[in-house]
DNA sequence: TGAATATTTGATTAATTGTTCATATGGACA
DNA sequence: TGTCCATATGAACAATTAATCAAATATTCA
């Protein structure tokens, strides 16, 4: 498309845009933000998320607790070690996760507290 | 599926699955933050939201502003009006719209510092 | 009233996503 | 080695979504 076509030119508040756009975040932090909460957009991932911020669990654990398939369970794992918002380690068979970001918390916390209203 | 048999019973921890369940948000809080994440997890609606926290702004300055088709904009303004993120006030032919929630400007700044990492 | 302009809306389409099912991997232990 | 079990992974499918295009509203002004 045309930007220069939106609207008449003279509609436009040009100073006002102009300064917001010199404040605006750079295009790969607006990006980043996005994505964290793109993470945060499925309520699946936010048990997982929120139920590791309390206690270290294994994909067992996280699979009884929100009464899903363990493959389920382990595909979302997977995103959030690749998004580095989960670590884990090995005992055994077991695997254990914990968080490894605490943004997230901050997060889920005032997801909440918009909740409340 | 039947999630008693996600694996074998023994291997749950069960006393760490049930704290962790009597500490969790209910279903509707969660869904909650899933969606207002929902709404952050596209970046044209955080450059959206961002540029109306600095300044109340017509239809036709976002998609100036972005870059973007005045459709496509309106379309993501009607989203965040239904979910009440964002207000407005129509002067004439022009329709202004500023936040409403102050929730979602925390959401993001808390997206910004997890982003510088 | 009719023309011009800002915005909204509905339909369509391509892309993304979350779960399921089946199968693979990897460690423990006989 | 072979079996068991916890976890991971790949393919497939349904559902959701964001942009585009075309058309409808709403407001101003001549």
Chains 1, 2 share one sequence.
Do not use: P, W
């Not at 040009?14 to 295009?27: C, G, P, T």
């Not at 270290?56 to 389920?72: K, R, T």
Request: proline content about 0%; some cysteine; charged content about 25%.
């Amino acid at each position: 498309m045309d930007r220069d076509d939106v609207c008449e030119i003279e509609h436009v508040n040009e100073k006002a845009v102009q300064e917001v756009k010199s404040n605006m975040f750079d295009d790969q932090t607006i990006l980043k933000i996005a994505n964290i909460s793109k993470i945060l957009g499925d309520a699946t991932r936010v048990k997982i998320l929120f139920a590791l911020s309390q206690k270290e669990l294994c994909v067992c654990d996280l699979a009884s607790l929100l009464g899903m398939s363990q493959s389920a369970i382990s595909h979302q794992l997977r995103l959030l070690r690749n998004t580095n918002l989960v670590k884990f380690r090995r005992e055994g068979k077991v695997v254990y996760y914990s968080l490894s970001d605490e943004h997230v918390i901050k997060l889920i916390e005032i997801g909440a507290a918009h909740a409340q209203e």
